[in-house]
C-alpha cells in the first residue's frame, strides 16, 4: 500500500485543519488505518485509529473530544478532522496501515506508512 498524506500547514490555537490520506495499491478496506505524529524532539505517538469498516475508532487521551478520524473506502482515504488545535498539537503527522487482523496503537505493529505532513499551531 501507498499512502500519500496532506492537508497539514499552518494554524492558530483553537482553529481547524482536516488531514486527509490517500492509499493506493492494496484493497484499501483490508487495512486498519492510524494517524501517528511526531514533534520534534520527541518520540513518534498515536493519535488514533479506525478499523477497516470505520465502525470502531480510538483516540490518544490527548486530542480525545478535539480530533476525529474517519474514512472513505469508495475513495481510499482516511481523515483526520482537528479541531481546537493546540500549540502542542505541532508536529509532523503520519498516516499508517496495518492488515485488518490487528487494531492497534502501537506504530511497530504498522505495515505502510505514508510521509507525513507538517501540522503547526500558533499560540
Known amino acids: 500500500v501507498q499512502l500519500q498524506a496532506s492537508g497539514g500547514g499552518l494554524a492558530q490555537a483553537g482553529g481547524s485543519l482536516r488531514l486527509s490520506c490517500a492509499a493506493s495499491g492494496r484493497t484499501f478496506s483490508n487495512y486498519n488505518m492510524g494517524w501517528f505524529r511526531q514533534a520534534p524532539g520527541k518520540e513518534r505517538e498515536f493519535v488514533a485509529v479506525i478499523r477497516w469498516s470505520g465502525g470502531n475508532t480510538y483516540y490518544a487521551d490527548s486530542v480525545k473530544g478535539r480530533f476525529t478520524i474517519s474514512r472513505d473506502n469508495a475513495k481510499n482515504t482516511v481523515y483526520l478532522q482537528m479541531n481546537s488545535l493546540k500549540p502542542e498539537d505541532t508536529a509532523v503527522y503520519y498516516c499508517?496501515?496495518?492488515?485488518?487482523?490487528?487494531?492497534?496503537?502501537?506504530?511497530?505493529?504498522?505495515?505502510?506508512w505514508g510521509q507525513g505532513t507538517l501540522v503547526t499551531v500558533s499560540s
Open positions: 499508517a496501515a496495518k492488515s485488518s487482523g490487528i487494531f492497534t496503537m502501537k506504530s511497530r505493529l504498522y505495515d505502510y
